[in-house]
Nanobody, 121 residues
Framework: QVQLVESGGGLVQAGGSLRLSCAAS????????MAWFRQAPGKERTFVGF???????RTVDSVKGRFAISRDNAKNAVYLQMNSLKPEDTAVYYCAAGGTAATTGRWYDYWGQGTQVTVSS
């Protein structure tokens, strides 16, 4: 069993930066693929990026060059560094853990409660 808690969300102006953190409890954190998803108001939850067990990453095209995912297995944490934020990045951001690095949510077994990111224009 893994519990995930996101933090670091908030209100930021367009062009600004935020760093989201996801703290995981439970053992075997290093064996999980970790991902970030987001859900904008009135829209479905969508994939942002993942980092696999070996540290390989993938991000959705809309955030390439602006967002970066990293993990610290010693701290049981995964991070989402978000730069050059745009109003369309406004959403609740969720971290997820699963056995397979994938772009769809059904592959992830554990989810955090989400953290709100609001980007003002």
């Amino acid at each position: 069993q893994v519990q995930l808690v996101e933090s670091g969300g908030g209100l930021v102006q367009a062009g600004g930066s935020l760093r989201l953190s996801c703290a995981a409890s439970g053992r075997r954190f290093s064996s999980y693929a970790m991902a970030w998803f987001r859900q904008a108001p009135g829209k479905e939850r969508t994939f942002v990026g993942f980092i696999n067990r070996d540290g390989g990453t993938r991000t959705v095209d809309s955030v390439k060059g602006r967002f970066a995912i990293s993990r610290d297995n010693a701290k049981n944490a995964v991070y989402l560094q978000m730069n050059s934020l745009k109003p369309e990045d406004t959403a609740v951001y969720y971290c997820a853990a699963g056995g397979t690095a994938a772009t769809t949510g059904r592959w992830y077994d554990y989810w955090g409660q989400g953290t709100q990111v609001t980007v003002s224009s």
